[in-house]
């Protein structure tokens, strides 16, 4: 089955703590990219990769890291997480970056930063 | 820059009664627009896609939406609403050429009375 997979599905953690949100996908998509999602503000870009070894940032890069070493696999890198960084992320591919394809998302992942 | 309003964040109908979602775009090429829908705990699911070629676009699940060039607009409609519809809906509008950054909006949660 074509799928967006991510893990954990839920994470608590402590201010502070390095953690790292995985991200693979199988449809051999070069596009991947990293949402957060917050009530009222819908979704935001956080990074995207148009293919291995090429990332960029989104609108909110900030106190995030990404790295695509393979192109199936895109993990999202919270090296000291802040209460700010609680939230709901998701992870997309694409088949190209052309914007016209739409996307696949992964089922998310919650996480609770105290 | 491109984006996409959602007017209302938050919609109610009756069970069987006709479901409209709002979305206005903002571009300054033509764009491509896009309707998500989100199922509790779940990722966002591509409804349907308009990418320049018929006006009027079907999706999945009965719904389809229009795009008026006149009114900036790329409404969500189905005739009649079921109790399965009720999640939260996002409209998203990106651009062609080249990497095209897809801007969502700030989502509208149906609710279905029964």
């Known amino acids: 089955e074509a799928q967006v997979t991510q893990n954990p599905r839920y994470l608590i953690t402590v201010t502070g703590k390095k953690l790292t949100v995985t991200c693979s996908q199988n449809m051999n998509h070069e596009y991947m990219s990293w949402y957060r999602q917050d009530p009222g503000l819908g979704l935001r870009q956080i990074y995207y990769?148009?293919?291995?070894?090429?990332?960029d940032k989104g609108d909110v890069p900030e106190g995030y890291k990404v790295s695509r070493k393979e192109k199936r696999n895109f993990p999202l890198i919270l090296e000291s997480p802040s209460p700010n960084q609680t939230s709901l992320y998701f992870c997309?591919?694409?088949?190209?970056?052309?914007?016209?394809?739409?996307?696949?998302f992964g089922s998310g992942t919650r996480l609770t930063v105290v | 820059a491109q984006s996409v309003t959602q007017l209302g964040s938050h919609v109610s109908v009756s069970e069987g009664a006709l479901v409209l979602l709002r979305c206005n775009y903002s571009?300054?090429?033509?764009?491509?627009l896009f309707w998500y829908v989100q199922y509790p705990n779940q990722g966002l699911q591509l409804l349907l896609k308009y990418t320049s070629a018929a006006t009027l676009v079907k999706g999945i699940n009965g719904f389809e939406a229009e795009f008026k060039k006149s009114e900036t607009s790329f409404h969500l409609t189905k005739p009649s609403a079921h109790m399965s519809d009720a999640a939260e809906y996002f409209c998203?509008?990106?651009?062609?050429?080249?990497?095209?950054?897809?801007?969502f909006g700030t989502g509208t949660k149906l609710q279905v009375i029964p």
């Open positions: 997309a591919s694409s088949f190209q970056a052309t914007g016209t394809g739409g996307y696949t």
């Open positions: 990769s148009m293919n291995v070894e090429v990332t």
């Open positions: 571009s300054s090429v033509p764009p491509y």
């Open positions: 998203a509008v990106s651009y062609s050429g080249g990497y095209q950054k897809v801007t």
